[in-house]
């Protein structure tokens, strides 16, 4: 199957025009009239995902996170983006983006989140100014109201994750709940004036969880943590898709944190 038949498969679930502006999507290492025989799904495109690509003999990488961000003046084997690039050349190996227009879609990453979360009732945390049905994080309900510590459970449980971490506990019981995976202090005052009761998200510093000023509950479970159900989403979507298209899910762990 062409590439390109793929990408308009892609971009018709989520446009490149759906992306934010400081983004980097699309096709970011390949061209786009090659025969696609089998695909590889990734978080991060690292050194290790690009040998299982070659392994299971896939010359196409969909990755959720860019592979390139800042501009490459040259191009050698002076650090890892660069080797990753020249090795991925060198085996005719494609690297896809499909990253905030991803983030933003309505059936999207955060979505997968509210799904895993058994959160109902869904709304746009930030909704798009300029294109309507999409936008930054959702909201909504759950089923019935839990307590704080009740909740966390709930949400180690459903996430998998054995650590997060919180602001201070309020004492009082969450019913709506607002999600953003990936990096989501900017909008922190946002959940706030929402009324939401907890807000997931990640990436959250020292000082961010002052920002809950007895009026939220602030949970950071991770960056890879809150994104880990996108392989499965843009999986499941090509399968549907395209049924007898050879596409797989890598087995890396490209999560770059550790726990102890």
């Known amino acids: 199957m062409k590439l390109s038949s793929i ?27 090659s025969n696609i025989n089998k695909t590889i799904i990734t978080l991060d495109t690292t050194m290790e995902v690009v040998n299982e690509a070659i392994d299971n003999k896939c010359n196409l990488i969909i990755t959720f996170h860019p592979l390139i961000f800042e501009p490459i003046k040259s191009i050698s084997l002076e650090n890892r983006i660069q080797k990753i690039i020249i090795k991925s050349i060198k085996n005719n190996l494609n690297i896809y983006c ?37 936008g930054m994080g959702m909201y909504g309900n ?15 449980k459903k996430m998998g994750v054995s650590y997060l971490r919180h602001s201070s506990f309020l004492n009082k019981k969450i019913k709506r709940v607002a999600v953003l995976g990936g990096s989501g202090s900017f909008a922190i005052n946002t959940a706030i004036d929402e009324k939401i009761d907890c807000f997931i998200t990640s990436d959250l510093k020292y000082h961010d969880f002052f920002k809950a ?11 890879y943590e809150s994104e880990q159900f996108t392989k499965e989403l843009i999986f499941n979507y090509l399968i549907k898709k395209i049924p007898k298209f050879a596409c797989i899910i890598t087995n890396t762990k490209t999560n770059p944190v550790n726990y102890f």
Do not use: M, R
């Open 7 to 33: 990408i308009n498969i892609l971009e018709n679930w989520a446009p490149l025009s759906h992306a934010e502006e400081f983004d980097n999507v699309g096709l970011i290492v390949g061209d786009i009239d």
């Open 98 to 134: 499909i990253h905030t227009n991803l983030d933003n879609n309505p059936k999207g990453v955060n979505f997968k989140i509210c799904q895993k979360l058994k959160i109902k009732i869904l709304n746009f945390l930030i909704p798009s100014k300029t294109i309507d049905g999409i």
């Open 142 to 156: 759950l089923d019935k109201s839990l307590y704080e510590n009740n909740f966390i459970t709930h949400i180690k």
């Open 213 to 223: 000023n007895n009026q939220i509950l602030l949970i950071d479970i991770g960056h």
